[in-house]
């Protein structure tokens, strides 16, 4: 699991550029989302969203290269 913290209404979580998931986030979810994702090389990507507009986001990228 992926966790997201934000105070944005709506949170778009990616992976590899491709989007995973999308949750709102109202006042009973704490300020969280939470996401399933596979393990996967690359950079995860949680997009926040108002009224469907990107304000922000926040990446993460493994290093290294794949273990074969």
Do not use: M
Not at 27 to 44: C, D, H, I, R
Request: hydrophobic share 40%.
């Amino acid at each position: 699991d992926v966790r997201v913290f934000s105070s944005y209404p709506v949170i778009r979580f990616e992976l590899n550029g491709k989007t995973i998931a999308t949750q709102t986030i109202g006042e009973n979810s704490q300020l969280t989302a939470t996401f399933k994702a596979p393990y996967e090389l690359g950079v995860l990507r949680a997009v926040a969203l108002v009224n469907g507009i990107e304000v922000a986001s926040k990446e993460l990228r493994t290093t290294g290269q794949q273990l074969k």
